[in-house]
């Protein structure tokens, strides 16, 4: 039987264009190649535990306009459990890639969203690990009151309120970016652990990524690529990683796996 995971978060539309370089002010230019899918963490690491071959379900505000159709078109196969009023315009994404394969993001994110509908307790059943991106943080409270399953964050910036969530969480696996609130990214490790959360990763870009395990500082090493495109690299390793956790693989492993497939990624355009 397929695991069953649940990705609580964001769903974005992003357009994104590779250029020669960020465009400024009163400026124009011609695009390398242009194209048009699904973003957000929580989407991305739905789809690729999806391609891991497990049973996903999205808890995400996609509404009813018709960017919303177009992620559900692109999400086919995904159980989608959607919180949002039927007036919700889904969130754009902008994304500018330059040639050595960074990226910059234009996004409302989920600035414009008002009350949700908290997702039903059953969206748990049978299931072996929740994603929370920290987007949709009442959804993600409410999922980790239960707390059967393996609760996991994607921590790619703080968020307000995630403090609350954090206490819930059994795995963090957060970005070279992430600090608490008044705090400095170098010491995201040593303040998450003070949450009580077991398990902790940092990722670094193509610098060896940090895990606290039972205490202690382990370095997993990150495979030395050429980079075209790093975007969404921390969800696919975000997806990879649940997915194999849920399948039972062993952590190390898992995280090992992970990091080669996230690096994988950044080699070409388009992760899906």
Not at 2 to 8: G, H, L, N, R
Not at 38 to 66: F, I, K, W
């Amino acid at each position: 039987m397929a695991p069953v995971i649940v990705c609580a978060g964001l769903t974005t539309i992003d357009i994104a264009q590779a250029v020669t370089e960020l465009p400024s002010a009163n400026t124009k230019m011609i695009a390398e190649d242009a194209w048009l899918d699904v973003g957000g963490p929580a989407a991305n690491a739905a789809r690729v535990a999806q391609r891991h071959g497990c049973e996903v379900r999205l808890v995400t505000a996609l509404g009813d306009s018709e960017l919303a159709t177009i992620a559900r078109q692109r999400l086919v196969g995904i159980e989608i459990i959607d919180v949002a009023p039927p007036s919700h315009q889904l969130p754009v994404s902008t994304v500018f890639i330059t040639p050595d394969g960074s990226r910059a993001v234009v996004s409302r994110n989920a600035t414009a969203l008002g009350a949700i509908e908290l997702p039903d307790p059953a969206v748990l059943d049978g299931v072996e690990a929740v994603l929370h991106d920290g987007h949709l943080l009442d959804a993600s409270l409410a999922l980790a009151a239960n707390r059967a399953p393996l609760h996991v964050l994607d921590g790619g910036s703080w968020k307000p309120g995630l403090e609350k969530l954090l206490p819930m969480i059994d795995l963090a696996v957060v970005s070279a970016d992430f600090a608490l609130p008044g705090r400095d990214a170098d010491q995201a490790l040593s303040d998450l652990s003070d949450f009580g959360i077991p398990r902790l990763v940092r990722t670094r870009g193509q610098e060896p990524v940090q895990a606290m395990l039972g205490g202690h500082l382990e370095l997993f090493p990150v495979p030395q690529v050429m980079v075209v495109d790093s975007t969404g690299a921390g969800d696919v390793l975000h997806g990879s990683l649940v997915a194999q956790l849920a399948g039972e693989t062993d952590f190390t492993a898992a995280l090992r796996n992970a990091i080669v497939e996230a690096s994988e990624s950044v080699t070409h355009y388009r992760i899906f």
